[in-house]
T-cell receptor, first 112, second 117 residues
Framework: KQEVTQIPAALSVPEGENLVLNCSFT??????LQWFRQDPGKGLTSLLL?????REQTSGRLNASLDKSSGRSTLYIAASQPGDSATYLC???????????FGKGTKLTVNP | GAVVSQHPSWVICKSGTSVKIECRSL??????MFWYRQFPKQSLMLMAT?????????EQGVEKDKFLINHASLTLSTLTVTSAHPEDSSFYIC?????????????FGPGTRLTVL
């Protein structure tokens, strides 16, 4: 059974700092991995999707890497801003009729 | 990117009544949609997988007679909470599965906050 773990559960940083969020998964046979952002009381916004054949994806100040063989992904946020404050979730998809398996998220607070 | 909407965004109802929540894929067709619920400060819990034109597949422990799912078209799935009770109060989120150019990516709706009095 696939299990996804996110560390740390919460993170508080000063504005401008670069930071890394971690995601690990137990079954490396995945089709893709997604990083999401969730603001309080809101739905999920997809940030980055990495296919199993890819090593990383970038969007603006965000960079996500994937090491499938070791079951790890990281989300790097450069020059953090207060608007980045949210809960970040990673989820893995095995393909076919399988479902997304989510981690419990990392709650990020960026202090001005 | 692809857009998924939900309606209503929030609803308050009395115990014993039924509530219907709609999930629409606005600019793509989705043969598969998913319904999740989320309790405060917890991650999403998958309730069921909704397939267009066929019966939904429910996760273990989810009462299919209480949470009725209908996926009548390629852009609409509905979740009806029947005979709602206060313990059904939660945040319900749907997602739609987009194949094609989006590499089997899931797009999520904004969620529906249900409060049962």
């Amino acid at each position: 059974k696939q299990e996804v773990t996110q560390i740390p559960a919460a993170l508080s940083v000063p504005e401008g700092e670069n930071l890394v969020l971690n995601c690990s998964f137990t079954d490396s046979a995945i089709y893709n991995l997604q990083w999401f952002r969730q603001d309080p009381g809101k739905g999920l916004t997809s940030l980055l999707l990495i296919q199993s054949s890819q090593r990383e994806q970038t969007s603006g100040r965000l960079n996500a890497s994937l090491d499938k063989s070791s079951g790890r992904s990281t989300l790097y946020i450069a020059a953090s801003q207060p608007g980045d404050s949210a809960t970040y979730l990673c989820a893995v998809f095995k393909g076919g009729s399988e479902k997304l398996v989510f981690g419990k998220g990392t709650k990020l607070t960026v202090n001005p | 990117g692809a857009v998924v909407s939900q309606h209503p965004s929030w609803v308050i109802c009395k115990s014993g009544t039924s509530v219907k929540i709609e999930c629409r894929s606005l600019d793509f067709q989705a043969t598969t949609m998913f319904w999740y619920r989320q309790f405060p400060k917890q991650s999403l819990m998958l309730m069921a997988t909704s397939n267009e034109g066929s019966k939904a597949t429910y996760e273990q422990g989810v009462e299919k007679d209480k949470f009725l799912i209908n996926h009548a078209s390629l852009t609409l799935s509905t979740l009806t909470v029947t005979s709602a009770h206060p313990e059904d109060s939660s945040f319900y989120i749907c997602s739609a599965f987009h194949g094609g150019n989006y590499y089997n990516e899931q797009f999520f709706g904004p969620g529906t906050r249900l409060t049962v009095l």
